[in-house]
């Protein structure tokens, strides 16, 4: 199924917004009778996404329905919008299309290190953990995290014993590889020479070009995505104007052991890099995780919105595209007003928003979302020409 089949079917009701940043508009606030208002935005990573490689993008969009079936479902019920991120942050983890929990990508070792944030706009609360190796959902643990613990940010071993005392279940690291993952980390050992998995920790530290050559940047995996592609994440606004936003990832291929991306780093000033939840808007990103570390990327999308006065669209174009280098990413995000935007400057974003009147965005490449309306205002006009 290629992904503007999938995105037709399961989207039946699409959005007939202008454009793909605002594919979800607001409507006035609900009378009586009127339903809750609510609105989820999620994604499965930001890359180099190969356009031919239909049955592998045609899976991962079923992938990512589904998630976004799991979080409307929440919404839908009167949950909360930390539920709703969540819960669509845990179908992807365990989807192995996509760079979190299952699937995610494997570090100089051939271990598997996983991360994972979460922000709420109530009180400001968040929770991010790091470094985990046993841990099969790292989004629920940093849920944990936010709401059992006097603190945000947990680590390693520590944060696997805190996952156990929640009542959290170990699992082995080699659940998470996949033969897909297994195979991207062997070429780009291959590309750039490598020594064997023990020799390559002692190199780290060691000379530049021995550091280089862990971070290889080329390879690309069997569905033709980079290796900062597919972390995952969402955002959500529930009926009571509560915001959140959860995002998790396996990091980058051959990454070095111990090396904490974007995803979950909390900064000064309650800057979080790619996850943001505050009155105004959520929002997750999803690229290269350097990137996002050096310009705090979600924190300005937020930070242009309360000082500039920007709208949500506005703020996330002006960073996606001003700000960030061609290439390095984007962001789903919705705000307070039960917009959903969603933007990038990479090849692809696989990403999907659904509003509560049922409006709903499915799609891989910049384009899809036009090209389906443009389809279908020409089926409109056919059937008004057969009806003269």
């Not at 989207?11 to 009378?31: F, I, K, L, N, Y």
């Not at 019920?77 to 969540?86: E, I, R, T």
Request: charged fraction near 15%; glycine fraction near 10%.
């Amino acid at each position: 199924m290629s992904p503007s089949t999938a995105s037709k079917h399961a989207c039946a009701s699409s959005s007939t917004a202008a454009s793909d940043a605002a594919a979800v508009t607001a409507a006035p606030p609900p009378g009586p009778q009127q339903p809750l208002r609510y609105a989820l935005a999620i994604h499965g990573g930001a890359g180099v996404i190969n356009s031919s490689n239909s049955v592998w993008i045609g899976s991962a969009m079923e992938g990512l329905q589904a998630a976004l079936d799991a979080g409307h479902a929440v919404l839908r019920a009167g949950g909360s919008a930390v539920d709703a991120a969540v819960a669509s942050v845990v179908v992807l983890e365990n989807d192995p299309h996509f760079n979190a929990g299952v699937g995610s990508v494997l570090t100089a070792s051939g271990q598997h290190e996983l991360e994972a944030s979460l922000m709420s706009s109530s009180g400001s609360a968040c929770g991010a953990v790091t470094l985990l190796k046993q841990v099969a959902n790292p989004i629920v643990l940093a849920k944990h995290v936010m709401e059992h613990t006097p603190h945000i940010f947990l680590s390693g071993p520590e944060a696997e014993q805190f996952a156990v005392q929640q009542g959290m279940q170990l699992v082995d690291n080699a659940s998470f590889t996949t033969q897909q993952r297994k195979e991207q980390w062997q070429r780009y050992a291959a590309e750039q020479r490598l020594a064997p998995a023990d020799e390559i920790v002692q190199k780290i530290g060691g000379p530049a070009d021995a550091a280089a050559a862990v971070a290889g940047p080329s390879a690309a995996a069997a569905d033709g995505s980079k290796d900062h592609c597919q972390t995952v994440g969402a955002v959500a606004i529930d009926s009571q104007g509560r915001l959140a936003a959860a995002t998790s990832t396996g990091g980058r291929t051959n990454k070095w052991d111990g090396r904490i991306g974007d995803t979950p780093m909390i900064g000064s000033g309650e800057t979080l890099i790619s996850t943001w939840a505050d009155t105004n808007c959520a929002v997750s990103g999803t690229g290269v995780g350097e990137e996002f570390i050096r310009r705090a990327a979600a924190h300005d999308v937020a930070a242009r919105m309360q000082y500039k006065g920007l709208s949500l669209a506005a703020a996330m174009h002006e960073v996606v595209w001003q700000s960030m280098a061609e290439g390095d990413g984007g962001f789903v995000g919705v705000d307070s007003d039960c917009n959903c935007v969603m933007d990038f400057n990479s090849v692809g974003m696989y990403r999907a928003a659904v509003d509560y009147r049922g409006n709903c965005v499915l799609a891989v490449f910049p384009d899809e979302v036009q090209q389906e309306e443009k389809q279908d205002d020409e089926q409109q006009e056919k059937q008004e020409g057969h009806g003269k």
